[in-house]
């Protein structure tokens, strides 16, 4: 004869284990996250190296990067994945280079549009500064995109990937003092080709002719376009534009410009755009967002 103390039990463990099983992807992205911020910073890294990383994995590594909330670490999160990645690349190439990054936009929002789907929309635009002594520099824009649906598959996240893009018609603008920093070729920059990166661009144009002969082969794509400022202007400064078709999910756009460089208090400064406005985080993801849109730096630090 079974004992009944016995039965209990086992159907109390098997509601627990079904609930449990159950639990809708809303409610799980309503917890915090399994990971701490160096565990997602590794789950970042490891995509953005291409390597292997689950689903779940990166559902919870997501979960840091939510600006819906009154607090948010996503951008420090993003950003030292993305220094971990150029340290390892850089120190394989031997080459000793000084790193600065500044965040130039970074959001995610949350939507809800079935009782078992959670959407995410939001992107993250940083900015990084290489330097070589004497006077070698590099300027490498990352920005990023996720446009996903999350669902419980069996008993673990799945994810989606949506076609639509999250930005249309995007302008990255670089501005350069012609005083301290002189045009060099990005595809053959030291620098540059220490970070494995690849210039890349989901292209609106054909690049218009160079007025000066020279500026376009600093960037790596192409510009759209280059100028200086009117002649007449006693501080003289170079402008590279890059238009985007749109953004997209796993299609991240990378821009790469090479300089001469001397440490001198001249500001250059990155703008991003989306048509002729000011790129923002929308409303519903305002409230913990990184805005520093345009940005201000120096080549040199």
Known sequence: MKNPRCSILVVLLSFW?????AQTIGARWDTPSKLTPAQATDVFYRKAAGRSVTVSELFEAEKYLRTDAAASIGTRVLQDALRRLLDERLYASGSDVR???DPVLQWLETTRPAADVV??????????VLNTDPNLAATVIVHETIHKEYRVCGAVP?????????????????EVPLESSVPAEARSSELVLATGFLGRLNAQTIPSGDESGKLGPACDPLPSSTRFT????????????????????????QLLCAFFAIPEDDLSRFTYRTGSALAAAPTTAAHSATTNNPIAFSMFQ
């Open 158 to 174: 799945c994810a989606t990937l949506l076609p639509a893009a999250v930005r249309s018609a995007v302008a990255y603008e670089l």
């Open 99 to 101: 790193i600065r990054m």
């Open 230 to 253: 009117p002649d007449g202007q006693s501080d003289v400064r170079m402008f590279f534009v890059h238009l985007g078709r749109e953004t997209k999910q796993a299609a991240a756009n």
């Open 17 to 21: 284990t079904a609930t449990a099983g």
């Open 119 to 128: 959407r995410l929309r939001g992107e993250s635009v940083i900015l990084t």
